[in-house]
Nanobody, 128 residues
Framework: QVQLVETGGGLVQSGGSLRLSCAAS????????VGWFRQAPGKEREFVAA????????DYADFVKGRFTISRDNAKNTASLRMRRLEPEDTAIYYC?????????????????????WGQGTQVTVSP
C-alpha cells in the first residue's frame, strides 16, 4: 500500500512559478512510476507528466513541455513537479499518482487507469 500527499499548490500570477511535492509512504515507492495529472472544472482529468521508478525515463504532455519538470528523490520517498511560466489555462487540481506495475521501474505511461494510487490533489490557480 502506498499513500500519497500533495503539497505546494496555491495562487500565482500568470508567468509565475510553483513547485508541487508528492510525499509517499511505503518502501516500494522507489520502484513505482509517478505521474502528475490535473483536472480543471468541467473537464476530464488529463496527463501532465510522469517519471519512471528509476528516475531515468520521463514524459510530458505537449502543453507543458519546456515549462514543467518532473523529478523524484527515492531516498526521501518524494516526487516533485516544478512549474514555470504558468498560464491561466494551467488552473486545475493537480494529482500525484503511483503506478506499481512491474515495468514501471523503466517505463512510464500517460494512461490514468494504470495508476493504482492517488493523492487527494492540490489546487493550483493562475490569475491573468
Amino acid at each position: 500500500q502506498v499513500q500519497l500527499v500533495e503539497t505546494g499548490g496555491g495562487l500565482v500570477q500568470s508567468g509565475g512559478s510553483l513547485r508541487l511535492s508528492c510525499a509517499a509512504s511505503g518502501s516500494a515507492f522507489p520502484t513505482y512510476a509517478v505521474g502528475w495529472f490535473r483536472q480543471a472544472p468541467g473537464k476530464e482529468r488529463e496527463f501532465v507528466a510522469a517519471i519512471s521508478g528509476g528516475g531515468l525515463v520521463d514524459d510530458y504532455a505537449d502543453f507543458v513541455k519546456g515549462r514543467f519538470t518532473i523529478s523524484r528523490d527515492n531516498a526521501k520517498n518524494t516526487a516533485s513537479l516544478r512549474m514555470r511560466r504558468l498560464e491561466p489555462e494551467d488552473t486545475a487540481i493537480y494529482y500525484c499518482a503511483a503506478d506499481p506495475s512491474t515495468y514501471s521501474l523503466v517505463v512510464v505511461t500517460s494512461d490514468p487507469s494504470k495508476y493504482e494510487y492517488w493523492g487527494q490533489g492540490t489546487q493550483v490557480t493562475v490569475s491573468p
